[in-house]
């Protein structure tokens, strides 16, 4: 089996800026976001399963899903959050299983949000790296790139781990606090630091049974 990294952090840490950096030196990369939309999609388990149990309601008028109104139905609803994490997640997780047996180098990157707030996905990975920068630039960036309020911004980071107790359960972390050039150099230096663990350490174990084992 691959060697995988399991990427985090914060909402407007920078997540998808250090994805791409990486798969610019070629690394694969699985994205639970992107799982999740695929499972969705209409025609799709995971659309089907979601339509019974919330009903129409969570149709947009194209037919589609109404991702903005079910994420607004859920938000602070824990049972319904809940219950939609039950009918996605395991659907979820076949579908990254299936993307990370498909990767031919020797580690990859899976790419989870709420990897450590959720935990569902911990299993799968050997390292954790967490994409840090400070709160109020997270603000700042969410703030510039959605238009939410600030106010409503905070209420999604009040949601997910508390800045220090994701830093103290990483095996890495890459600093973005500052400008997108000095994302390459630090890209550059974890890229070496994995290829060498993975040959040195390989996962052992099935993505099944949730064998991977992590070490610092």
């Not at 994420?71 to 609803?77: C, L, N």
């Not at 790419?111 to 997270?138: F, H, K, M, T, Y």
């Not at 993975?198 to 996962?203: C, D, I, S, V």
Request: with cysteine; hydrophobic share 45%.
């Amino acid at each position: 089996m691959p060697y995988v990294v399991g990427l985090t952090g914060g909402i407007g840490s920078g997540k998808s800026e250090v994805t791409r950096a990486f798969a610019a030196l070629g690394v694969e990369v699985a994205d639970a976001d992107a799982a999740a939309h695929a499972v969705t999609a209409r025609g799709e388990a995971g659309f089907a399963a979601v339509v019974a149990e919330f009903g129409g309601e969570a149709c947009a008028p194209d037919g589609n899903l109404d991702r903005g109104w079910l994420r607004r139905a859920v938000f602070a609803d824990a049972t319904a959050r809940k219950k939609l994490e039950a009918l996605l997640h395991p659907l979820i997780g076949t579908r990254l299983d299936a993307e990370i047996r498909a990767w031919r180098g020797p580690y990859g990157i899976l790419s989870v949000p709420l990897l450590l707030e959720r935990g569902n996905l911990v299993s799968r990975v050997a390292r954790i790296l967490v994409v840090d920068c400070p709160e109020e630039e997270q603000v700042r960036r969410v703030v510039a790139r959605s238009g939410l309020p600030e106010a409503e911004v905070r209420a999604i980071m009040a949601t997910q781990l508390p800045r220090a107790e994701r830093l103290a359960r990483a095996d890495d972390v890459i600093d973005n606090a500052g400008p997108l050039a000095a994302l390459a150099p630090q890209v550059a230096q974890l890229d070496a630091r994995y290829r060498g663990l993975a040959a040195l350490e390989p996962a052992v174990g099935s993505l099944q049974n949730g064998a991977h084992s992590r070490s610092r």
